[in-house]
């Protein structure tokens, strides 16, 4: 009895797994469908995300607190080039 239900839940185990895959192979079926849609109908539009994802990601400048001098006269430095 104990071996027909392992071997149900592998049978199982096995289904859900073929379900999982199949499922991320049409999600990535889609995504290069729609790149390739993308670059025959748009190439400007196909360049300009693929440049947007290669790029590094932006951080923004933390802000100087308005008492710190040293900070302020740093960044000046910076700006000025020098």
Request: hydrophobic residues 40%.
């Amino acid at each position: 009895m104990t071996e027909l239900a392992l071997v149900c839940l592998a049978l199982v185990a096995l289904l859900a797994y073929r379900e999982f895959s199949a499922a991320r192979d049409r999600r990535e079926a889609a995504t290069e469908r729609r790149e390739l849609y993308q670059r025959i109908q748009a190439p400007e539009t196909a360049v300009l995300e693929h440049v947007r994802s290669e790029r590094p990601e932006r951080r923004k400048p933390r802000p100087i607190a308005a008492d710190d001098d040293a900070a302020f006269m740093e960044k000046r430095k910076e700006v000025a080039g020098g």
